[in-house]
């Protein structure tokens, strides 16, 4: 999905489906007349895995805030971007991508196992239309390993014990959380879930992290529209509430900046995620 586009599954496909996949507990029936924001997120990029009543809350958020599709587009640029720097620079083999929507081209797995074919993931979210997916779709390189687990953010716990089933915990992990700490209804509950994230991981590991901000009047409105059509609210962080989280952490060059601004390849062009998101990583020391 970077630079918006939207593949319908056969790249993925043509990786050997050779691991198991663990799911932390049963999971619950595909609920299609509420809107979910994996969905409505693959809508504004043109996919084709959602239902109407993601369309109908997509459009009332997209008519609010037109830019909410740039953002959507950057975001996905931005994990391309993000993923390369810990396999390259970093040297990072594990990663643990917390809501990470649903599967589409230039996944981390794809990313991170293309520089680095032993590399290992775990994906999670809560959305059992993205589990029906990822199980068909989240196939390893050989060398290394791409499972999936179906569990909620709130639950740190659950998410560590799951991801040890594949990741050495005991070894440095990206932990990439994008777009999911505004799923998290109070900015404490955020602090205390990342921090226990972070506390579970080795030293060595890095937090990467990306949000949408309350900086645009605009955009707030438009997740108001989408919380009246039944949408799962999104908290958008101020700029302060960002840098907070990686509080313990030893944020990386060039610190807490939109998303388009985060070691850009060449001239970043203008885009409503400059005023909109916010985007950092940081080192467990």
């Known amino acids: 999905m970077a630079d918006g586009s939207v593949a319908d599954g056969e790249a993925a496909g043509e990786h050997r489906r050779d691991v198991p996949l663990f799911v932390s507990r049963d999971a619950p029936r595909i609920v299609s007349d509420v809107p979910h924001s994996a969905r409505m997120w693959d809508y504004w990029l043109g996919g084709k895995d959602h239902y109407e009543v993601d369309r109908r809350a997509g459009e009332t958020a997209r008519e609010a805030y037109p830019g909410i599709v740039d953002i959507a587009r950057t975001s996905r640029a931005l994990l391309n971007r993000v993923v390369r720097y ?56 050989p060398e290394g390993a791409t499972d999936y687990l179906h569990a909620d953010v709130n639950e740190p716990e659950a998410i560590l014990k799951g991801a ?16 999911i700490v505004g799923h998290i209804s109070e900015h404490a509950d955020a602090l205390s879930i990342v921090r226990s994230l972070t506390e579970g991981l080795a030293p060595g590991s890095h937090l990467a992290l990306y ?50 601004r985060w070691r850009p390849e060449g001239a970043p062009a203008d885009s409503a995620a400059d005023i909109a998101s916010l985007c950092g990583m940081a080192h467990k020391p």
Request: include cysteine; glycine fraction near 12%.
């Open 86 to 141: 810990l396999v390259a620079e970093a040297g990072i083999r594990q990663f643990l991508d917390i809501g990470t929507g649903l599967p589409t081209a230039e996944n981390t797995h794809e990313i991170a196992q293309r520089a680095a074919p032993e590399c290992r993931i775990v994906y999670v979210d809560n959305d059992p239309l993205v589990l029906t997916h990822a199980r068909t779709l989240l196939a390893s390189a």
């Open 164 to 179: 040890g089933r594949t990741l050495d915990l005991s070894r440095p992990v990206g932990l990439i959380m994008f777009g």
């Open 211 to 260: 949000t949408g901000t309350d900086g645009d009047p605009a955009l707030v409105e438009a997740e108001r529209r989408v919380g009246e059509h039944g949408g799962v609210p999104y908290r958008l962080l101020s700029p302060g509430q960002v840098r907070e989280v990686f509080s313990g952490l030893e944020l990386l060059e060039p610190g807490v900046v939109p998303g388009p």
